[in-house]
């Protein structure tokens, strides 16, 4: 069993320690103590062929719910603070194995607490269940690390000692699994699909329309994946990618996901977003995507959201539906700080024919890149054009 491994196994291991009256707070730090002890003991122990049966391996889970929970109970007798605690405990688990039930699901909801905002519950979450570090969840609030740090220790103190017997509401918990996708869809951790078993989870035991549009937005913009990369690593652009190869089934599935949902007349941001994927995956060329019923989507998002990132993307959207200068027009009310917002203007621009603008931009779109793939492609384009524009005459 690897790291990578041992950690997968976090959010069930925090959830027991939750549900055996250990605060948040304390429980997340006793789990970490654990998964370094681990690390230790995994590497330093025999085989578990020749190991005389106490070898860790053989019930890492039971193993590490064992070492938190002590960890928890030295961390409590040493903190005055907290010896009232005490008594909520008659005795150490017993070692051995554990319920195998998966309690993720349960664990976001836990940490999505009433006593918490929103965003604050959100952040905490991703954090500690997720698994994201606080500069990826940052990127994703467009926050500085700074500041996502400090909301995330706002939001550990707020319910240090907390009994987690309040559980947060789905549109928190959705918020989270929306975010975590994202960042395994773009980001540097592969945890997208992780975040769709997740929301089948949810989407069989909630009824609940919007629910339903975060299922069809991931398997739909999943059903991508593959194509999203070449095989040395670099992006491949949605207009460039073999629409062969996107997974069919998936794609299906989305959708009617996503026709049921919208049936029910209860328009929310997940269900607008999944509209705009799949109006991109029923296109058989990029040449014949729908980009003026994209545009009326993406208007909806504005609408719901008042997102400045769904008005940047909706720029790409009305540059392709009217034209580059529509887009660039589209594009001049929005704060030129926005991630990504060089690279529309970029893309604008060439599309527009003016090569050397579209060039420099491109170039400090790489600069800014949080995304090393991301970041690679935007200096090829920059110098495409730089090429093309020395060679014109």
């Known amino acids: 069993m690897n790291e990578a491994q041992l950690r997968s196994l976090t959010p069930s291991v925090l959830g027991i320690l939750v549900r055996r009256g250990a605060d948040f707070a304390a429980a997340e730090d006793a789990v970490q103590d654990a998964l370094v002890e681990a690390v230790r003991v995994w590497r330093a122990a025999p085989s578990p062929s020749s190991s005389n049966g106490e070898h860790p391996m053989r ?70 269940v997720g698994g994201l570090t606080t500069r990826q969840i940052a990127r994703a609030y467009l926050v500085p690390e700074a500041t996502m740090a400090q909301r995330i220790s706002r939001a550990k103190r707020t319910v240090s000692g907390v009994r987690f017997d309040q559980p947060g509401d789905v549109a928190t918990v959705l918020r989270v699994l929306y975010l975590v996708f994202n960042e395994g869809y773009s980001g540097d951790v592969d945890l997208a699909a992780e975040a769709i078993r997740l929301t089948r989870q949810l989407s069989a035991a909630v009824d609940h329309p919007e629910v339903a549009g975060l299922l069809s937005l991931m398997l739909l913009h999943h059903a991508r994946r593959a194509t999203r990369t070449a095989p040395d690593g670099s992006l491949v652009p949605l207009a460039e990618q073999d629409r062969g190869r996107w997974d069919t089934g998936s794609i299906a599935e989305g959708v009617d996901i996503l026709q049921a949902a919208l049936a029910r007349d209860r328009l929310g941001e997940f269900q607008a977003q999944a509209a705009v994927a799949a109006l991109h995956a029923d296109a058989p060329t990029a040449e014949e995507t729908d980009w003026v019923q994209i545009v009326e989507w993406y208007d909806e998002l504005a609408r719901l959201t008042d997102s400045p990132v769904v008005r940047l993307n909706r720029a790409v959207a009305v540059g392709e539906a009217d034209g580059p200068r529509a887009g660039l027009a589209a594009l001049a009310a929005l704060d030129a700080s926005l991630p990504r917002h060089a690279a529309v203007a970029a893309h604008l621009h060439e599309r527009d024919g003016d090569l050397v603008t579209a060039a420099r931009l491109y170039a400090e779109a790489a600069h800014k890149a949080t995304n090393l793939a991301e970041r690679d492609h935007l200096t090829r384009q920059a110098a495409r054009l730089n090429s093309r524009s020395s060679d014109a005459p």
Request: aromatic fraction near 8%; include cysteine; hydrophobic fraction near 40%.
């Open 59 to 128: 019930d890492p889970k039971g193993w590490l719910v064992t070492v938190a929970w002590r960890r928890f109970l030295d961390a409590t007798r040493a903190d005055a603070a907290r010896r009232r605690r005490e008594d909520l405990v008659d005795e150490e688990p017993t070692p051995g194995p554990v319920s195998a039930v998966d309690d993720t699901l349960q664990l976001y909801f836990l940490c999505a607490h009433p006593s918490l905002t929103p965003s604050s519950a959100v952040a905490l979450t991703l954090r500690a």
